[in-house]
Nanobody, 125 residues
Framework: QAQVVESGGGSVQAGGSLRLSCKASGLTFGDYTMGWFRQAPGKEREGVAC????????YYSDSVNGRFTISRDNAKNTVYLQMNSLKPEDTAMYFC??????????????????WGQGTQVTVSS
């Protein structure tokens, strides 16, 4: 029943920007930490950014800190990932995720059980 659906991926040149959106349904959105993860071919899925239930606390991986911004609109059941100054190494499938149980969770993939199908982000040189 619980579902998250990503959108907004695409192909851009290095230095460009993209805004990813994730629409959630089937859960009380405001009770859940939300996260963005990414996975490049041959690599393990890694946490990119997470945001607390009310949006007051955020986490970013070192590789994206200062370039990406995660935000949420609980009235719209949506979490966003604004990606600026994109680099080729940002190329990956990006996944939105929610924990199986609401509350506070560390931004690690093992804590998340509700996954979207992913949206591809490709950054060219």
């Amino acid at each position: 029943q619980a579902q998250v659906v990503e959108s907004g991926g695409g192909s851009v040149q290095a230095g460009g920007s993209l805004r990813l959106s994730c629409k959630a349904s089937g859960l009380t959105f405001g009770d859940y930490t939300m996260g963005w993860f990414r996975q490049a071919p041959g690599k393990e899925r890694e946490g990119v950014a997470c945001i607390s239930r009310r949006g007051f606390s955020t986490y970013y991986s070192d590789s994206v800190n200062g370039r990406f911004t995660i935000s949420r609109d609980n009235a719209k059941n949506t979490v966003y990932l604004q990606m600026n100054s994109l680099k080729p190494e940002d190329t990956a499938m990006y996944f939105c995720a929610a924990p199986v149980v609401g509350g506070d969770h560390i931004c690690q993939k093992r804590n998340f059980g509700i996954w979207g199908q992913g949206t591809q982000v490709t950054v060219s040189s």
